[in-house]
Nanobody, 124 residues
Framework: QGQLIESGGGLVQAGGSLRLSCTAP????????MGWIRQAPGKEREVVAS??????YYSESVKGRFTISSDNAKSILYLQMNNLKPEDTAGYYC???????????????????WGQGTQVTVSS
């Protein structure tokens, strides 16, 4: 497994959109769940979205606004973020499931490998 590299973060006004990407060389998306985890200053890391062979999970805070998807052939993970809110401001990290063919992908403990993150800042 190579280094996970996130991109696509930036500064956006409330109501705007961003699309995050994560390249995950060497990771088999058919064997491992993939997720987006965010951490804001002073807050715990939160799994905002994850995907495992087409099955998706979204936290209540982003449901209906964020969409996770993947290009399994290229091992690229995406997060489309619409209607962004100031409370979405955080570092966003791409993560790989802890277990091969894991059965849970909604908690921080379900993920074991992380990228360096990309910052998303939403202004009001």
């Amino acid at each position: 497994q190579g280094q996970l590299i996130e991109s696509g973060g930036g500064l956006v006004q409330a109501g705007g959109s961003l699309r995050l990407s994560c390249t995950a060389p060497g990771v088999s998306f058919s064997a491992y769940a993939m997720g987006w985890i965010r951490q804001a200053p002073g807050k715990e890391r939160e799994v905002v979205a994850s995907i495992n062979n087409g099955k998706t999970y979204y936290s209540e805070s982003v449901k209906g606004r964020f969409t996770i998807s993947s290009d399994n052939a290229k091992s690229i993970l995406y997060l489309q973020m619409n209607n962004l809110k100031p409370e979405d401001t955080a570092g966003y990290y791409c993560a790989v499931g802890r277990y091969r063919y894991g059965t849970s992908w909604s908690s921080r403990g379900d993920f074991a490998a992380w990228g360096q993150g990309t910052q998303v800042t939403v202004s009001s």
